[in-house]
């Protein structure tokens, strides 16, 4: 009985050896990816600000920085997708923010965001398409981004 317990013994610790360098790797669960989907439309809430909606998930200290804009005509104009084509006056509408807090939590949040004149835009929204830009964003740039023509309604 006692080499039988010896054996034991010393099976235990052997499986304890083998493992323990395994168990750092599950002890961190590294964070799920930051990403952002804009979904469904574009609805306007008047002719300066807009509701636009939008699934994602991002963990630790992140902002935000969503843009509407729609062209003369308000078709898909490539035009608008180029940087600057708000402030350059390209857009015939335009309407940006900042001003919401994310929910950065690693978990994936469906919300609504109001994109208004509070900070700077012109023009005035119309039904048609808009380009869409939502850009999740740390001290140093863009972490995720989806940037679309959306129906504006």
């Not at 009985?1 to 599950?26: D, H, K, W």
Request: hydrophobic share 40%.
């Amino acid at each position: 009985m006692s080499r039988f317990r010896t054996s034991l013994i010393a099976a235990g610790l052997a499986l304890a050896a083998a493992v323990a360098p395994a168990a750092p790797a599950f002890a961190h669960k590294a964070p799920k990816p930051t990403y952002v989907e804009l979904i469904g439309i574009v609805r306007q809430l008047d002719g300066t600000s807009a509701e636009v909606h939008a699934r994602y998930r991002c963990t630790g200290e992140l902002g935000v920085w969503i843009s509407v804009k729609q062209s003369e005509d308000r078709t898909a104009d490539p035009k608008l997708t180029q940087e600057g084509t708000g402030y350059g006056k390209v857009a015939a509408a335009w309407s940006q923010t900042h001003a919401h807090a994310l929910d950065c939590d690693g978990r994936v949040h469906v919300d609504k965001f109001v994109v208004d004149r509070a900070e700077y835009g012109y023009g005035e929204f119309k039904r048609g398409q808009a380009w869409t830009q939502f850009c999740i964003v740390n001290g140093t740039g863009v972490v995720a981004s989806d940037m679309e023509f959306k129906k504006m309604l």
